[in-house]
């Protein structure tokens, strides 16, 4: 079965640590996208890469950091310096750059205390 | 620069009832407009999208979407609600600026009556 898999579902961490997101794809795209949905504010875009190596900051970067060293898998870290980093976190693919529809990962619901 | 605006965070139906969610947008170039579902707690599924070309389109789980230029709008719309149709539903829009990046609204939540 091809698709987008996230790891943990649920993730609880302490106030001033780090802690990275799995997103792994089978869909051989070339594209890779993270959101962060909030209740009420729909999908922002923290970082996107549209080729291994490479990825660019999206328009909520700040206290995130993410790599591309593999084309199946893109992780995110959310860092000290996030400031509110509660949130459901999607990862996304779409099969290259370009205007074509992104494909969803099932989420992954973050909780710092 | 492209925006996204989805009118009524939250719209009622009556299971069997017509739905229709707005969805208007703003591009300075013919866009590509979507519209995805959203379960609780799961995460986004492609119902319909329009590229060109016609501009009624058909998606999946009997939801279409009629693409209006002049109206700038991209309204989805379903015959017959069913309680399946519960759910929070996101419309996008891609306009080529450089970066090709998808522009999502703030979502509507549909509440089907039974």
């Known amino acids: 079965d091809g698709g987008i898999t996230q790891s943990p579902k649920y993730l609880f961490r302490k106030e001033g640590q780090n802690v990275t997101l799995s997103c792994e794809q089978n869909?051989?795209?070339?594209?890779m996208y993270w959101y962060r949905q909030d209740p009420g504010q729909g999908l922002r875009l923290i970082y996107y890469?549209?080729?291994?190596?490479?990825?660019q900051k999206g328009d909520i970067a700040e206290g995130y950091s993410v790599s591309r060293e593999k084309k199946e898998s893109f992780p995110l870290t959310v860092t000290s310096a996030q400031k509110n980093p509660t949130a459901f976190y999607l990862c996304?693919?779409?099969?290259?750059?370009?205007?074509?529809?992104?494909?969803f990962g099932p989420g992954t619901r973050l909780t710092v205390t | 620069a492209q925006s996204v605006t989805q009118l009524g965070s939250h719209v009622s139906v009556s299971e069997g009832a017509l739905v229709l969610l707005r969805c208007n947008y703003s591009s300075s170039v013919p866009p590509y407009l979507f519209w995805y579902v959203q379960y609780p707690n799961q995460g986004l599924q492609l119902l319909l999208k329009?590229?060109?070309?016609?501009?009624l389109v058909k998606g999946i789980n009997g939801f279409e979407a009629e693409f209006k230029k002049s109206e700038t709008s991209f309204h989805l719309t379903k015959p017959s609600a069913h309680m399946s149709d519960a759910a929070e539903y996101f419309c996008a829009v891609s306009a080529v600026t450089g970066n090709e990046k998808l522009t999502f609204g703030t979502g509507t939540r549909l509440t089907i009556i039974p």
């Open positions: 890469s549209q080729i291994v190596n490479d990825f």
């Open positions: 869909l051989n795209h070339d594209a």
């Open positions: 329009y590229t060109t070309g016609a501009t």
């Open positions: 996304a693919s779409s099969i290259s750059r370009g205007r074509y529809e992104q494909y």
